[in-house]
């Protein structure tokens, strides 16, 4: 395994996340190589000293460390593994030297985590699922919350790569990291609804939600939700920190994996089918909190 102390890092995916993410890895120090499917979306990396590349294989033919924050499960394994119907050329696996480390960082589902890494581990590559919370305002300040699955001693190796997104917590084998996503996105989706109803139910009551969110900071209800996204809700500011076609997508993921474990999740039932409403009446590019304009149709409200 590699063990240098300033590896270089091929970056898949420079989207809203992957951007500020390599841009803090290149603000520590590691050489980025860097691969987005629109190119124009790497400017920002160049113009801060990394190097564009044309495939993900030259990004990973570069690297000691491949990161991949790529938007989903299929597209990971496309770009990786040049599974599917992938039009990027061989499988960014394949230009990997042994012994070197793949980390995903994309939200993938448990069950592809697993079989990324017994993948990996059959062409002498460590493999983390490392997912991120925290939206884009984490990946700016590098302060996401990373929740690593995989070997013990491989997390070990790129802590110090995974330190400079944010803050990483090691939790168990190989597809616990995607696993603790879930939990986390359960937690996010059903926090945001409950949000939304509450500052709703205040304002439908004669109350100033701003004022209303003001009061209840401090007690039991106060949480970052209620902090940020409540005030997302009273200024109707819903431009994308996480767009809710990807929370609808984590809420499908969640369910599908507790349905395999035999677990019935009520709350995250409520929660998915909220969302779902939302992006079908075409507000799935919207922040998240955006579930606020959902609860007002669902109510036959006037859209503010």
């Known amino acids: 395994m590699m063990t240098m102390t300033t590896p270089s890092i091929g970056f898949l995916g420079t989207g809203l996340m992957g951007e500020p993410m390599a841009l803090n890895l290149l603000a520590a120090g590691f050489p980025v190589f860097a691969w987005n499917r629109s190119p124009e979306k790497v400017g920002a990396i160049t113009a801060a000293g990394g190097v564009a590349c044309s495939t993900p294989a030259e990004a990973a033919s570069s690297a000691d460390v491949l990161i991949g924050m790529l938007s989903d499960g299929p597209i990971s394994d496309a770009v990786l593994f040049g599974d599917g119907d992938s039009d990027h050329g061989q499988g960014a696996i394949d230009a990997l030297a042994p012994g070197s480390g793949l980390i995903v960082m994309s939200s993938v589902p448990?069950?592809?985590?697993?079989?990324?890494?017994?993948?990996?581990?059959?062409?002498?590559?460590?493999?983390?699922?490392?997912?991120v919370s925290g939206g884009r305002k984490g990946a700016i300040k590098a302060t996401l919350a990373i929740m690593v699955g995989g070997e013990a001693n491989t997390f070990e190796a790129y802590q110090a790569v995974l330190s400079a997104m944010?803050?990483?917590?090691?939790?168990?084998?190989?597809?616990t990291g995607q696993q603790t996503k879930l939990a986390n996105q359960m937690i996010v989706a059903s926090t945001i609804a409950a949000v939304a109803e509450a500052l709703l139910f205040a304002e439908r009551g004669g109350a100033d939600p701003a004022k209303v969110r003001d009061a209840l900071a401090g007690g039991f209800a106060d949480s970052p939700i209620l902090r940020q996204h409540g005030q997302r809700m009273i200024d109707e500011d819903y431009a994308p920190g996480g767009p809710a076609k990807y929370q609808l997508?984590?809420?499908?993921?969640?369910?599908?994996?507790?349905?395999?474990?035999?677990?019935?999740?009520?709350v995250a039932r409520v929660a998915d089918a909220l969302y779902a409403a939302m992006v079908e009446h075409g507000d799935g590019e919207l922040d998240h909190s955006g579930v606020m304009r959902e609860l007002r149709r669902l109510n036959s409200l006037t859209l503010r």
């Open 166 to 175: 944010g803050r990483p917590v090691h939790v168990g084998p190989a597809g």
């Open 249 to 266: 997508k984590d809420t499908r993921t969640a369910l599908a994996r507790a349905e395999a474990l035999g677990l019935e999740l009520p």
């Open 110 to 131: 448990v069950e592809t985590a697993i079989r990324q890494a017994q993948r990996c581990a059959e062409r002498d590559v460590a493999y983390l699922d490392a997912p």
